[in-house]
Nanobody, 121 residues
Framework: QVQLQESGPGLVKPSQTLSLTCTVS??????????WKWIRQPPGKGLEWIGS???????YYMPSLKSRTSISRDTSNNQFSLQLSSVTPEDTAVYYC?????????????WGQGTQVTVSS
């Protein structure tokens, strides 16, 4: 059973960088054919795909967020990370990490419990 766990600050000030890490257990992030995603859900809105990193290390970003987003991985610790720069209150959301067989979109087969990130001064 694959398990994912998000970690990072729950409060970020406007204009700063949001940084989250996802620790994966029960499966390797280098296993072929899987994509490891970041998804968020702002209050009162639907799920929004942020970006993905493939098992081979290829990275894909939501075009509207690409200029502010960076996704990386640490294969030795079976983790992948998200950095979102220049945040505004509109970036307030529950952030999820997830595993998927599709690079884009919000499809997943396993995801973490989610972590609330609030952007406020």
């Amino acid at each position: 059973q694959v398990q994912l766990q998000e970690s990072g600050p729950g409060l970020v000030k406007p204009s700063q960088t949001l940084s989250l890490t996802c620790t994966v257990s029960g499966g390797s992030i280098t296993t072929n054919y899987y994509y490891w995603k970041w998804i968020r859900q702002p209050p009162g809105k639907g799920l929004e795909w942020i970006g993905s990193i493939s098992s081979s290390g290829s990275i894909y970003y939501m075009p509207s967020l690409k200029s502010r987003t960076s996704i990386s991985r640490d294969t030795s610790n079976n983790q992948f990370s998200l950095q979102l720069s220049s945040v505004t209150p509109e970036d307030t959301a529950v952030y999820y990490c997830a595993r998927s067989t599709i690079a884009g979109g919000t499809q997943y087969d396993y995801w973490g419990q989610g972590t609330q990130v609030t952007v406020s001064s």
